[in-house]
C-alpha cells in the first residue's frame, strides 16, 4: 500500500480522524500505520502561487482484487473498485480543480458539501471516495468469524448479543432501499448511554455527516452485489458477515475513535 | 378461511395474465395487484437489453415489488380497521416504494418493443410535433433524457411526461421508485427509463450512458402517442 506522500504545508489531518495531532494519538501501531495511509495525495506546488493545490488519488485496496475470492469475484472487484472507485476519484478532481475546496482535506468537503442536507454537487464524489476507501477497509481475505476484545464487550453491553448486532446489521442493509450504505458506528456523545449504534445512509450519505463516527461498513448499492449475486443482496449481506467482514479492522477503528473521544 | 385466501392470492399472482397494474385478487375486500406480463419475450429487445436482464428484472425485481406492495396494503388495511394511525403513516414508505416500484414498472414494460414491431421508430402524429415544438428535435430531446438519465445519483427514472393541464412536454427525473406524479400533480408518464443499476449492470456494467444509447433502439413510441393524443386531444 502505498504512503501518503508528504506534504510540506497542510498537517496530516486525516479523512477518518479529524481530531488527531501530528502523531496519531492512536495507542495501536496497526491503527496508525492504518490511519497514516488513509490519504494519498500528491502536491504540486502551483508556480508563483501561494495555494498549494493537490489531487486525491485512487487508493488501492489492502490486498489483491482477487484475494476476496469466492465471496466477492475478482470481476466485482475490478469494477467496483477499477471503474466506479476510480470514478468518483477522477470526477472529484475535476469538479474542485480551480475551487477552495481544491486545498482542503477530502473529510472537510465532504461535510461542506454535504452542507446540511442541502447536497452541494461535488458531495457525491467526495462522500463515495471515503465511503469506498472505509468499505475495502472493512472486509479481508479469510474474514467472518465474531470479534473479541473491546469489540465484543461493547457489541454485547449495547445490543445484548453479537447475533442481535448481525440481525440489525442484516436489516439495515437490507431494507435500505435503492442505493446506501449499512453502517455499525461509534457515537461520541450517546444521549441514551450506548456507544454503538446501526445506521444505514441513501446514496452517499454516511454517518460522518451525523456526527457518528463509521466502524464498519457494508455497500449496498447494486454494483456492489449485482454480478454475484443479481437481485440476491440478502445472500450477498449473509456473506459479507460470515465470510467478508474484518472484525480486527473494525476493533481498530474502534480503538482510535474511543481515544479520540476520551 | 385465512389459508384459503392465501391459496387465492397464490395462484392469481403465477397465473399469467395479460392487463396491467389493475387489481387481479381480492380477499377480505382488498383489491391486490400482480405482476403483469410482458407482451414479448425476454429476448426480444436484444441486443439493446439482454435477455438475462429482462428475466430478472420481471420475475425477480418487480414480482418482489407486487409481493411487498401487496404485502403493506395488507398492513395499512388492518391498521386502517384498527384506526391505528402511526401505523398507518408508519406504512407510507412503503406502498411509496413498492407501490411505485410496480406502477413505474408496469409502464416501463409497454415503453418498450421489439425491433420487429416497432421499437425505435420515432414518434408521428401530434406527439412527433409536439416534440420538435418543445425541443426542437427529437435527438435533441433524447440528449436531454439521457444526460439527465446519466447525472442521476443513485437510483431512479428518466422520464418524458405531458403536463395535462398545461399541454406542456416535461423531461424530469425521480428518485428510487417515486413516480411522475411526485414531481406535479398533472403531469402523465410518456415514457420512463428505469435508471437502476439493475436494469442494466449485467449488460453495461458502470457505463450507464451507454445503455441510456441503446435503449431508444426499443422504445416504443406507439404507445406514448397514444397516451399523449389521449391527454392531448
Same mark, same amino acid.
Given at each position: 500500500?502505498a ?7 497542510a498537517?496530516l489531518?486525516?479523512?477518518? #480522524?479529524?481530531r ?6 492512536? *495507542?495501536s ?15 504540486p506546488r ?10 486525491f488519488?485512487?487508493?488501492?485496496p489492502?490486498y489483491?482484487?482477487?484475494?476476496l ?5 475478482q ?17 472529484l ?5 480551480g !475551487? ?7 473529510? =472537510?468537503?465532504i ?15 467526495a462522500?463515495q471516495i471515503?465511503?469506498?476507501?472505509f468499505?475495502w477497509?472493512?472486509? *479481508? ?18 445490543f ?8 440489525e ?18 457515537n461520541p456523545?450517546?444521549?441514551?448511554g450506548?456507544e ?5 445512509s441513501?446514496?452517499a450519505?454516511?454517518p460522518?455527516?451525523?456526527?457518528y463516527?463509521?466502524i464498519?461498513?457494508i455497500?449496498?448499492w447494486e ?8 437481485n ?6 449473509s ?6 467482514v474484518?472484525?480486527?479492522?473494525v476493533?481498530a477503528?474502534l ?8 | 378461511?385465512?389459508l ?10 403465477s397465473a399469467?395474465?395479460?392487463g ?7 380477499f ?5 395487484s ?5 407482451p414479448y ?8 437489453i439482454s435477455?438475462e436482464i429482462m428475466q430478472?428484472?420481471h ?7 407486487? !409481493?411487498n406492495y ?5 398492513q395499512?388495511?388492518d391498521?386502517?380497521?384498527?384506526? =391505528?394511525a402511526p ?24 415503453n418498450l418493443?421489439p ?12 406527439l ?10 427529437? =435527438? ?8 439527465e ?17 398545461? *399541454?406542456k412536454?416535461?423531461v ?5 421508485? =417515486?413516480?411522475?406524479?411526485t414531481?406535479?400533480p398533472? #403531469?402523465i408518464?410518456?415514457i420512463?427509463i ?9 449488460q ?5 450512458p451507454?445503455? #441510456? ?17 389521449k391527454?392531448?386531444?
Open positions: 500500500m504512503t501518503a506522500a508528504a506534504s510540506s504545508t498537517p489531518s486525516n479523512a477518518f #480522524l479529524p488527531l495531532g501530528p502523531n496519531g494519538g492512536a *495507542k501501531t496497526r491503527s496508525l500505520q492504518w490511519a497514516k495511509n488513509q490519504r494519498q495525495r500528491s502536491s502551483r508556480f508563483g502561487a501561494a495555494v498549494i493545490t493537490a489531487k488519488e485512487l487508493k488501492p489492502p489483491p482484487l482477487n484475494a475470492e469466492p465471496h466477492m469475484s470481476n466485482t472487484l475490478s469494477f467496483h473498485w477499477g471503474k466506479h472507485h476510480r470514478g468518483y476519484v477522477d470526477n478532481n475535476k469538479q474542485i480543480a !475551487t477552495e475546496l481544491e486545498s482542503k482535506s477530502l473529510e =472537510d468537503i461535510i461542506q458539501t454535504y452542507n446540511k442536507g442541502d447536497l452541494l454537487p461535488p458531495f457525491n464524489n462522500a471515503w465511503n469506498h476507501d468499505f477497509e472493512s472486509m *479481508k481475505p479469510g474474514g467472518g468469524g465474531k470479534p473479541s476484545g473491546e469489540l465484543l464487550k461493547l457489541i454485547e453491553r449495547d445484548g448479543s453479537f447475533e442481535k448486532l448481525c440481525e446489521l442484516r436489516s439495515a442493509a437490507a431494507t435500505q432501499f435503492g442505493s446506501g450504505w449499512a453502517w455499525l458506528a461509534f456523545r450517546p444521549s441514551d450506548k454503538l449504534l446501526v445506521v444505514k441513501p446514496n450519505v454516511n460522518l455527516v451525523l456526527g463516527i463509521p464498519l461498513t455497500d449496498v454494483h456492489a452485489y449485482y454480478l454475484d449475486f443479481q440476491r443482496r440478502p445472500d450477498y449481506i456473506i459479507f458477515l460470515e465470510k467478508l474484518s472484525w480486527e479492522g476493533g477503528k480503538a482510535v475513535a474511543k481515544s479520540q473521544a476520551a | 378461511m385465512a384459503r385466501a392465501l391459496l387465492t392470492r397464490k395462484t392469481l399472482a399469467p395474465r395479460l396491467g397494474a389493475a387489481a387481479a385478487a381480492s377480505r375486500g382488498l383489491q391486490t400482480s405482476l403483469p406480463d410482458l419475450d425476454y429476448g426480444a429487445l436484444q441486443p439493446a435477455g430478472l428484472h420475475q425477480k425485481h418487480h414480482q418482489a415489488y407486487v !409481493t401487496n404485502k403493506a396494503l395488507e395499512l388495511h391498521a386502517m380497521g384498527k384506526g =391505528d401505523a398507518v403513516v408508519k406504512l407510507q414508505s412503503a406502498i411509496k416504494f413498492n407501490g411505485g416500484g410496480h406502477v413505474n414498472h408496469s409502464i416501463f414494460w409497454k418493443a425491433i420487429q414491431e416497432g421499437g425505435g421508430e420515432p414518434p408521428k402524429g401530434s412527433g410535433w409536439a416534440i420538435d415544438d418543445h425541443f426542437q428535435s427529437l =435527438d435533441a430531446l433524447v440528449q436531454k433524457m439521457n444526460a438519465g446519466a447525472a442521476l445519483q443513485g437510483s431512479g427514472w428518466v422520464w418524458l411526461g405531458v403536463d395535462k393541464e398545461l *399541454k412536454l416535461v424530469e427525473t425521480t428518485s428510487n421508485q =417515486d413516480p411522475l406524479v414531481k406535479g398533472s #403531469l408518464p410518456l420512463g428505469d435508471v437502476w443499476e439493475h436494469a442494466y449492470y449485467l453495461y456494467k458502470n457505463v450507464r451507454d445503455y #441510456l444509447k441503446n435503449i431508444w433502439k426499443v422504445i416504443n413510441w406507439k404507445y406514448a402517442s397514444e397516451v399523449y393524443e391527454e392531448c386531444p
